[in-house]
């Protein structure tokens, strides 16, 4: 298929639904090209048992709140995906599934989109490609013979009862996955650091006003907050509490290398483990940029906002607050997405970039 449109998003996620949603209220010509076959980006593939660190209120995208999720706790996945695939129907989004794209290259004075399956033109685009397909894991001296796995792969505890799992990680991912296995599998999780809990009251609402009033200190000149990462690393949601609470995560220094049977730490203990599971992160989903040439610090494009300095037509969203303060988060992107698009009309009207 080859098109034209004004604006070319590429990723159906919640930032690139957000991104849709502000360009239909700008009145700008767009489509949003999405890898997928159904809606929900990364929340389709999460663990079983994964759940939102604040309540439905506030996990919103712009225009529409999530609607209350009817259960005890927090949302599930699922009820992000549900609520994802009912807003992209609600404002009619044009969001064309099973696109993939493969690169993004000039083409004079617009863009070229290639898809596996075509082209698209655009004046600007919008990567909103998140970070779940790029899987980060250190390089780890040693032949481990076990079962390797990444976040990505991890569904629940039933395939690990009784075994000697090794979780590394002391982010929220590490956390989480460590207090699901903990009642089921002998666990070992390790840290690079101790594991820093944020105070437990505080969810994703409260770490958005953090992240806000950041940004605002920052633009008014007065001294940098520390946002976020000054409170801690991990939200303590029901099930990290109560397994913190019940003495199951007890964490262990990062370990030095590995022997064919498992870890080897530097005092020269090891551990046998059936299987490790590496909660280490991810990087942006960015390939599909390469051939703009544009120079990266640590993965990163530099940015303006959401704009990439060295390519004034080109915008990137989520990934990270990289992008904006809680960019890649469900109530942050919002706010992110709609300076994108006021920044994109701007340049279109005027010209300019
Ligand atoms: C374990 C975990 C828990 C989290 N918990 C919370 C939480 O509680 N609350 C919260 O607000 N946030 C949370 N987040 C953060 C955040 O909401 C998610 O990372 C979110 O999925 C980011 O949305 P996105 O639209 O930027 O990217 P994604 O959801 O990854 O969507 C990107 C879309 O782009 C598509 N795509 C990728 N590459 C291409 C390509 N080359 N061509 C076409 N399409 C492409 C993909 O198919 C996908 O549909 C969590 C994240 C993780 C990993």
Redesign the pocket.
Known sequence: MTGAARVVV???????LAAGYRLRRAGLDFVI????AQPG???IH?WDS?R???PAQH?SLPGWPMPPYPGPGYPTAEHVVEYLAAYEKRYELPVRRG???TAVSRDGDRFQVSTDTGNWFAEAVIS??????RRFLPLMPGGFTGRQLH?VDYRGPGEFAGQDVVVVGGG??GAQIAADLAGTANLTWVTRRPPRYLPDHID?KALFDVATRRRQALQTGKPDTAGVAGLGDIVAVPPVREARDAGLLRPREMFARFDSDGPVWTDGTRRHADAIIWCTGFRP?LS?LAPLRLRTTRGRIPTEGTRAVAEPRLHLL??GDWTGPAS????G?GMTARAAVTDIQTTLDTGGG
């Open positions: 590429i990723g159906g996620g919640q930032a690139g090209l999405d890898a997928q980006g990364a929340w999460g994964l939102l660190f604040s996990s696109e993939t794209v909103a490609t998140g970070t779940w397909w976040t929220n991912s994703g989903a599909h989520g990934y890649a988060t469900l109530i992107v």
